[in-house]
């Protein structure tokens, strides 16, 4: 269906800027009715390779071929892209109705389909993404999550051949990011679909028939999920990650020098029972005294913390806190209800909760974007009902927005990082000093020069971070600062966030990843509709599966492993948050016996 024949793309080749190659030489095919997954490091070219696909951008060299047209004829380009469905990663870009039903509406009504049939594609649409209660509800009063879900139903109620999903699912929490993969996937099976998916999870990128890893414009790596994620090395120098339940087995194997076919831990379950395997062959043997040699679980903060009493000064206090959006729809929408808790110094808490559930309403609380009317804020000491205090307070608090284009404006990547210290009033030496220790930090050295509208997702994340970390706040709040990075951007994104609270700093993080903040994070407060449904240690908000499951949370998937296997060992700790940390759990609970 789709076939790229020796394609390269250059950006700025006839704008007389600094040329960058983003696609080069690459040849490949999507067959119809197939799933293909493209991965790779942020910048690697994956988004450039989408927007050729459907003629938003045309090679340089080579050709692409769509159904067998070409994508540089002008005659085909519009069949191309009702052929071809996109869902960008900022849905921003896509949304233009007055309502969730009219923007689900647009695209039928383009294709000149009867009133009947297209109202008929906005039910299904509405039901199928879960909106059905939003049908009424302006698109720009949706939250982040709400809109990606709103992105992709419009696309879907197109019907197209090919839906192209550009880390599509970023912004949604894990159970609607698994019902809107279910959706697509149910939507393959019955009509044929092909779909090519972008993205960082490695769990949906398990679900392709077939994957390319993209790096540096080039497919360097390419076969079956199997055969793709059974390359650990090779994958994790992409900068990329393995299942974590593939990663465990892998790890068991090697230790224990078991033979394996790839094919045998692909699957969570199969992974559990290939390691069950090993486990009851070696228990059953004499020789298991060294077989947790090798591993060390070094400190874990968010494990390690987690019986420390935070005795320190409070930097924000949070009491009884409500808040009600105006609706267009009529009745006011209720974001936050009865909110309480409090923030140390130093301290990392991690804010996570489903879709909607007011996670970003609460942060902008904090900084005064939004004033508190029912209940109150104090920051730093000072109660923000005081208006006066707000821009005061705003120097010390930095707030990094869910979508990073709302924060870049200036003409390249060095003067937007600037702007911060700037209004500081720092002077030159010491605004370029927090440029560049800003930079180095995010690693976007390389690109000051550039302008940060032609940049990557990934990258003008890294970018806005970097712009708010150059004002050197007391308190860094960030809303889903990981989306859309690459698993290594990640992993050095939240190091050095760490380096940052030993510098001082609190931070705030608004995650859907309770893997990744249960390891990072002191506490975890947990929101449903608007309210706190738990708010405690990670131990204490990891310890229940079912409890996570009711606020559309996922229990790590480590820890969902190792409960595998408290039947064989009781004492089990299942309290590991990473691949390593639960291989290795394991491994000395056969060598203790």
């Known amino acids: 269906m789709i076939h790229f024949k020796d394609v390269s793309y250059t950006y700025g080749a006839e704008e007389g800027q600094l040329p960058i190659r983003a696609v080069d030489h690459v040849s490949f095919h999507v067959k119809k009715g197939s799933h293909v997954a493209l991965l790779g490091r942020n910048g690697s070219g994956k988004s450039t390779i989408a927007r050729l696909i459907n003629g938003l951008l045309l090679p340089d060299e080579g050709s692409v071929l769509v159904n067998g047209m070409d994508t540089t004829d002008s005659l085909d380009i519009f069949e191309i892209r009702r052929i071809c469905g996109m869902v960008f990663q900022n849905p921003d870009n896509q949304l233009i109705g007055a309502t969730v039903a009219d923007d689900i509406a647009f695209g ?3 294709l ?13 649409a509405l039901r199928s993404s879960g909106l059905t209660a939003l049908r009424d509800r302006a698109p720009h009063n949706l939250s982040g999550g709400q809109k990606q879900k709103l992105a992709i139903a419009s696309i879907l109620a197109m019907e197209p051949e090919c839906i192209i999903l550009d880390e599509a699912t970023s912004m949604l929490d894990p159970m609607s990011r ?7 996937l149910e939507l393959k099976e019955k009509s044929d679909i092909s779909i090519v998916q972008i993205t960082h999870h490695m ?7 077939y994957v390319y890893v993209i790096s540096d414009g080039s497919i360097v790596l390419e076969g079956t999920p199997a055969e793709v994620f059974d390359q650990f090395e090779r994958v994790r120098a992409e900068g990329l990650s393995v299942p974590v339940h593939i990663e465990i087995a892998r790890r068991i194997a090697d230790t224990t020098d078991t033979y394996y076919r790839p094919e045998d831990i692909f699957s969570f ?7 069950r395997g090993v486990i009851e062959s070696r228990t059953s043997s004499e020789s298991t005294g060294d077989l947790d040699a090798g591993y060390e679980i070094g400190e874990r903060r968010g494990v390690d913390n987690a019986s420390q009493d935070l005795d320190r000064e409070r930097v924000i206090e949070i009491s009884n806190l409500s808040f009600d959006y105006v609706s267009d729809a009529g009745e006011p929408v209720r974001a936050l209800e009865d909110v309480s808790f409090s923030v140390e110094k130093g301290e990392i808490l991690g804010i996570l909760g489903h879709t909607g559930s007011g996670k970003s309403t609460l942060i902008q609380h904090i900084n005064g974007i939004i004033p508190s009317k029912k209940g109150t804020v104090v920051v730093l000491g000072r109660d923000l009902s005081d208006r006066k205090t707000v821009r005061d307070i705003r120097r010390h608090v930095g707030l990094l927005f869910q979508y990073p284009e709302d924060q870049l404006f200036e003409e390249t990547v060095a003067l937007d990082i600037a702007f911060a210290p ?3 009033n720092r002077t030159p030496k010491e605004v370029e000093r927090a440029v560049l220790s800003a930079a180095r930090r995010l690693g976007v050295e390389s690109i000051l020069h550039r302008s940060p509208f032609e940049l990557s997702g990934g990258q003008r994340r890294r970018v806005a971070i970097a712009g708010v970390l150059a004002a050197e706040p007391d308190i860094i709040m960030m809303d889903e600062p990981a989306a859309g990075l ?3 951007g990640r992993d050095e994104l939240f190091s050095d966030l760490v380096t940052l609270v030993d510098e001082g700093a609190t931070l705030l993080i608004v995650s859907h990843d309770m893997e990744t903040m249960a390891c990072l994070c002191d506490r975890i407060l947990i929101l449903n509709n608007g309210k706190v449904a738990g708010y405690g240690t990670p131990r204490e908000m990891t310890s229940s599966a079912d409890f996570l499951q009711s606020v559309s949370l996922d229990i790590p998937s480590s820890k969902r492993f190792l409960n595998c296997f408290v039947d064989l060992f009781p004492g089990l700790d299942t309290n590991c948050y990473t691949a390593e940390e639960a291989a290795c759990a394991l491994l000395r609970a056969v060598a203790e016996g």
């Open 108 to 110: 039928p009504c383009n």
């Open 269 to 275: 379950e199969g992974a559990v029972s290939f390691v």
């Open 422 to 424: 700037k209004q500081l």
């Open 112 to 124: 000149e389909l009867p009133i009947d049939e297209v109202n008929a594609r906005v039910d299904e």
């Open 203 to 209: 769990e949906e990128a398990v679900l392709a028939d």
């Open 178 to 184: 698994r019902s809107v993969m279910e959706l697509i």
């Open 486 to 488: 690459d698993p290594s």
